[in-house]
């Protein structure tokens, strides 16, 4: 499962692996509502937002929260109005993902918003998670906001998690990184790419794993197989 949380008030993933699912799944439907509640809160405090910061939006084509994510309606109202797009330029939004990122893990950006709104803690995500015999993992740790320092997330995520997910898209000297921030500190390692989802996928397969690391988990696995 992957359970967005929050680390004091920024947003991050968490992955969670071999729980007892029925009771995380009650709890998941308890914590998170509806896939439609959350995003229309989110979309509603976003254009509390922009209203008062006098951003014009493009509502041509109204915001339905079944069919979208709110931050990528608002991408789209913004990017269609030029003054608005002028606003996110200046800002060095690009994306979606640019702006969401921006919006849940750096305060100071002027779309911020607290994510208390919808998501859990990562103290809660560990408990349920933990009290089920499972693990939870940090996500992606470089994918966060552009501001952010990643040292700085893992750090701040150290006392509750159990891994990290060291590659996810990343070059190998972050790959690196967060093996060696593993190794150091005693956490599991896990690698993804972020196949999910209906629209877009990232290409299958783990890149950037160097001949080290494989011989090191391979051996670990040799280790634990009983013949």
Same mark, same amino acid.
């Given at each position: 499962?992957?359970?967005?949380?929050?680390?004091?008030? $920024?947003?991050? =993933?968490?992955?969670?692996?071999?729980?007892?699912? +029925?009771? /995380?799944? @009650?709890?998941? *439907?308890?914590?998170? &509502?509806?896939?439609?509640?959350?995003?229309?809160?989110?979309?509603?405090?976003?254009?509390?937002?922009?209203?008062?910061?006098?951003?014009?939006?493009?509502?041509?084509?109204?915001?339905?929260?079944?069919?979208?994510?709110?931050?990528?309606?608002?991408?789209?109202?913004?990017?269609?109005?030029?003054?608005?797009?002028?606003?996110?330029?200046?800002?060095?939004?690009?994306?979606?993902?640019?702006?969401?990122?921006?919006?849940?893990?750096?305060?100071?950006?002027? $779309?911020?918003? =607290?994510?208390?709104?919808?998501?859990?803690?990562? +103290?809660? /995500?560990? @408990?349920?998670? *933990?009290?089920?015999? &499972?693990?939870?993992?940090?996500?992606?740790?470089?994918?966060?906001?552009?501001?952010?320092?990643?040292?700085?997330?893992?750090?701040?995520?150290?006392?509750?998690?159990?891994?990290?997910?060291?590659?996810?898209?990343?070059?190998?000297?972050?790959?690196?990184?967060?093996?060696?921030?593993?190794?150091?500190?005693?956490?599991?390692?896990?690698?993804?790419?972020?196949?999910?989802?209906?629209?877009?996928?990232?290409?299958?397969?783990?890149?950037?794993?160097?001949?080290?690391?494989? =011989?090191?988990?391979?051996?670990?696995?040799?280790?634990?197989?009983?013949?």
């Amino acid at each position: 499962m992957e359970a967005d949380a929050l680390v004091g008030k $920024l947003t991050y =993933d968490i992955l969670c692996y071999d729980f007892d699912l +029925e009771p /995380v799944r @009650k709890w998941a *439907h308890s914590q998170y &509502g509806t896939l439609e509640s959350r995003q229309t809160k989110i979309f509603e405090k976003l254009c509390e937002i922009c209203n008062k910061l006098d951003l014009k939006l493009d509502d041509s084509t109204p915001y339905q929260a079944k069919d979208e994510y709110a931050h990528a309606a608002l991408f789209r109202m913004l990017e269609n109005i030029p003054e608005s797009k002028q606003f996110l330029d200046n800002l060095n939004i690009k994306t979606v993902t640019d702006l969401y990122r921006e919006g849940t893990t750096s305060e100071s950006f002027p $779309l911020y918003i =607290d994510m208390h709104l919808v998501w859990p803690t990562i +103290e809660d /995500v560990q @408990k349920i998670i *933990h009290q089920n015999g &499972g693990k939870i993992f940090l996500a992606h740790p470089f994918k966060y906001g552009k501001e952010t320092n990643v040292e700085d997330i893992l750090n701040s995520c150290l006392p509750y998690i159990d891994g990290i997910e060291i590659c996810n898209e990343s070059n190998q000297e972050q790959v690196q990184f967060l093996y060696d921030f593993a190794h150091k500190h005693d956490l599991l390692i896990s690698a993804g790419n972020d196949f999910h989802g209906s629209e877009k996928h990232s290409e299958l397969g783990v890149t950037n794993i160097t001949k080290d690391m494989e =011989d090191e988990i391979i051996g670990l696995i040799k280790q634990n197989i009983k013949y």
